[in-house]
């Protein structure tokens, strides 16, 4: 069997694993990168995917970074099963087609943009609406602990993950001239008594395990005061608002469960508005309420007394873009949760930038923020952050909740794997960022002896029961060599040229020389943020 990495290696977005085994080529997640320009070009480089033959998909659960380029693979002729739990379809029909208008949206603002500035290159969304569509008729259902064969030599076992709603990690057996081989591949991992959601279940005994580390260097503070700290967010806001950039799937769910439950206890205003402001996260919503039989102890019994975990008394769900614009303008103070929930895309960017800058607003993170993302530089203390081409300087509070986190913590990881802590077992740690993957093979390896190993993006892996993975580097193509020199030789040709025509430009009108002096002050104040930065 081979596994070559075209995502969440090294970094936690763009899961997908080319596997090649029994003749078929198939993959475990197709994800869509995010975080900065570099990193998010990766969803237009995608030749080495072959989407017409990839012979089926196997999905671990709905977040886009783990499913978002499902539509682009059926786009580029991609025509096979995609299998998954049902609850898992259900999101990711109305997760995909969210991604897809999102993509058509900031296609057309950059298509606009370069209109402006008399450019006429097309600026081309990664997919369409109807792409997203059309890749629903090839989701395919299948049930927890129940093995199937999507290919002959190929059978596969989906458990619960207890990180969102169906969400599973994937057991996947190939036997090839006699001998079987036996991976696990964990999706994201959920913690033990999370709201809503049941605790993931114990591994099985495999060969491999291709684990995620998003925390592997860290547990999540105060796991058990979530809803002391989300209500001390809330008493801080001082007449302002709290903006709460959550992801639409689990997180916005489990917001709303902490916010009645708070309510409940008389430790939410009376009068506090609370705004869903995310169509997904209102549909998705929906999705939780026809899969009860997915929650946990806790949730079934509220729901069996006849309350409602996702109902308070002032909480309204704003679908339209209109009613979204009307919430900047609200006076007072009120809750509006919102996606995304890294704040990279979405209509949580326009409410950061018309609260950011206010002294008694509240901002509370509730969820991981990947390198590079908005959401990262403000739990890292940025004084500014960039939206939509202006300085939004941060004067709100920043608040980071890590108890509402999906994913388990270190502790907690080292207890999931320890069930399969057998002699031969290798660990291949995936989804997270180097210094946590680092920090958690080591513990691994003093701790249960076992072979842990970190690969890299585009990093391929021969595996064989009862060896060590062989590994195959790709870096050149992983990671291409930025020409520092070439860019600083060009800078100081231009800035050579500027100084050969600067001897004449007092000569011309003095209107002229302040406009062209106002540009010199706007360059010298990004190459000033450019050097503070290095």
Request: proline residues 4%; negative net charge; contains cysteine.
């Amino acid at each position: 069997m081979k596994v070559q990495l075209f995502g969440a290696a090294r970094t936690v977005t763009g899961s997908c694993y080319m596997i090649e085994a029994c003749g078929a080529r198939f993959t475990v997640d197709c994800g869509m990168h995010q975080g900065n320009k570099a990193i998010e070009e990766r969803n237009f480089n995608t030749d080495m995917y072959r989407p017409e033959q990839i012979d089926f998909i196997l999905m671990t659960h709905a977040h886009i970074d783990h499913s978002g380029l499902l539509p682009l693979m059926v786009r580029r002729g991609f025509s096979n099963p995609i299998y998954c739990t049902a609850a898992t379809r259900e999101l990711l029909e109305l997760m995909l087609q969210d991604s897809a208008h999102i993509q058509e949206m900031e296609a057309e603002w950059r298509a606009r943009k370069y209109s402006r500035r008399g450019l006429k290159k097309a600026a081309e969304p990664l997919y369409t609406v109807q792409d997203a569509v059309n890749t629903a008729q090839y989701f395919q259902s299948v049930n927890y602990r129940r093995t199937f064969e999507p290919h002959p030599g190929i059978k596969v076992t989906y458990y619960d993950a207890g990180h969102i709603l169906g969400s599973a990690f994937i057991v996947v057996e190939a036997t090839e001239d006699g001998k079987t081989t036996r991976v696990l591949f964990s999706g994201d991992l959920g913690r033990r008594h999370a709201l809503i959601v049941r605790d993931p279940e114990p591994p099985v005994a495999v060969d491999y395990i291709f684990m995620e580390s998003t925390y592997g260097d860290r547990d999540h503070k105060n796991e058990g005061q979530s809803d002391a700290e989300l209500a001390e967010a809330i008493a801080y806001s001082h007449g302002e608002k709290v903006i709460i950039p959550a992801f639409a799937v689990e997180r916005t769910q489990e917001i709303l469960y902490c916010l009645h439950m708070l309510a409940r206890q008389g430790k939410l205003p009376a009068d506090m508005p609370v705004f869903v402001d995310s169509p997904l996260a209102i549909r998705a919503t929906d999705v939780f309420r026809r899969h009860k039989d997915l929650f946990d102890e806790d949730a079934t019994r509220l729901l069996a007394s006849g309350d409602d975990p996702f109902a308070l008394p002032n909480l309204t769900y704003t679908l339209r873009a209109d009613e979204s614009q009307a919430l900047n303008d609200l006076a007072g103070p009120a809750i509006i949760i919102s996606a995304s929930g890294m704040c990279n895309a979405g209509r949580i960017k326009h409410h950061l930038k018309h609260n950011l800058w206010k002294p008694g607003a509240s901002i509370v993170f509730v969820g991981y923020q990947g390198v590079g993302t908005p959401g990262r530089k403000l739990v890292e203390n940025a004084g500014s952050i960039n939206l939509f081409g202006e300085d939004v300087t941060v004067a709100a509070r920043i608040f980071t909740i890590g108890g509402f986190s999906a994913h388990a913590g270190q502790h907690q990881l080292l207890e999931w794997v320890s069930h399969v802590a057998k002699p031969g077992t290798q660990i291949v740690l995936i989804h997270g960022e180097e210094k946590a993957q680092t920090a958690l093979a080591g513990l691994i390896r003093e701790r249960f002896g076992l072979d842990a190993i970190v690969p890299g993006y585009m990093e391929e892996l021969e595996l064989v029961a009862g060896t060590a993975a062989v590994a195959t580097l790709h870096e050149s193509a992983a990671h291409p060599r930025v020409d520092w020199d070439f860019l600083a030789g060009d800078i100081e040709s231009k800035w050579g040229a500027f100084k050969t025509k600067l001897a004449t430009i007092e000569q011309r009108p003095w209107v002229e020389q302040t406009e062209l002096r106002e540009r010199m002050m706007r360059m010298n104040y990004e190459l000033t943020r450019l050097i503070s930065g290095m």
